[in-house]
Nanobody
């Protein structure tokens, strides 16, 4: 019933850009913080960016100044604009939704981002 559907992943050259989208259904979107995690082969899954229902944002230090998270409540969608991509950004990126007045977390299926020449 709850669905987070990601799109926008793919193969890009170093220095290039991609925009990931995550469309949510089955939740009260305005009650949730939304974010993106990523997991590279052999590494821990890590939080990349978070945006609260009020629009406050938080970023992993490695992506500050290069990635921007945003949300469109009317479209029930969260975005991750990724610029100046580096090979170390290669990972599966997962959308997540976190209820701010609860403890539930919902996950998307993941989308592959590969940065390579």
């Amino acid at each position: 019933q709850v669905q987070l559907v990601e799109s926008g992943g793919g193969l890009v050259q170093p220095g290039g850009s991609l925009r990931l989208s995550c469309a949510a259904s089955g939740i009260i979107f305005s009650d949730y913080s939304m974010g993106w995690y990523r997991q590279a082969p052999g590494k821990q899954r890590e939080l990349v960016a978070l945006i609260t229902s009020g629009g406050n944002t938080n970023y992993e230090e490695a992506v500050k100044g290069r990635f921007t998270i945003s949300r469109d409540n009317a479209k029930r969608t969260v975005y991750l604009q990724m610029s100046n991509l580096k090979p170390e950004d290669t990972a599966v990126y997962f959308c997540y939704a976190n209820e701010e007045i609860g403890v539930e977390v919902e996950w998307g299926q993941g989308t592959q981002v590969t940065v390579s020449s």
